[in-house]
């Protein structure tokens, strides 16, 4: 007999959270939201308005004169210098290549 019993447990523990939701929907529409009325702010602009005034020769001299000399950077490695490696690289290459000289002398 238990076994045609269906459990009864889950179908009330679905029933009621389905209620509940309804429930929470149903209150949500009943009550409108608040409106709050944003006051727009005056906006502040801080500006300089600098006329263009033709160019004389007096002012041509003090512009050229308030001008600061921009330094060139020295590249790293000038295009015409070799690159030279560090003393420890150059020592492992060159073992290298002799190894390499006497496995060739070797196979042959």
Excluded: C, Y
Excluded at 66 to 94: F, M, R, S, W, Y
């Amino acid at each position: 007999m238990q076994k045609n019993r269906k459990p009864l447990w889950p179908f009330i523990l679905s029933l009621s959270l389905h209620l509940l939701l309804m429930l929470i929907f149903a209150i949500g529409l009943h009550f409108d939201p608040i409106l709050i009325e944003a006051v727009p702010q005056t906006e502040i602009i801080q500006a300089t308005l600098v006329e263009d005034l033709p160019s004389t020769p007096q002012t041509k001299a003090t512009k050229a004169s308030t001008k600061k000399p921009v330094k060139q950077e020295k590249p790293i490695v000038d295009k015409g210098e070799p690159i030279v490696a560090k003393p420890k690289v150059n020592a492992l290459i060159e073992q290298k290549k002799a190894d390499a000289k006497q496995k060739a002398a070797e196979a042959e």
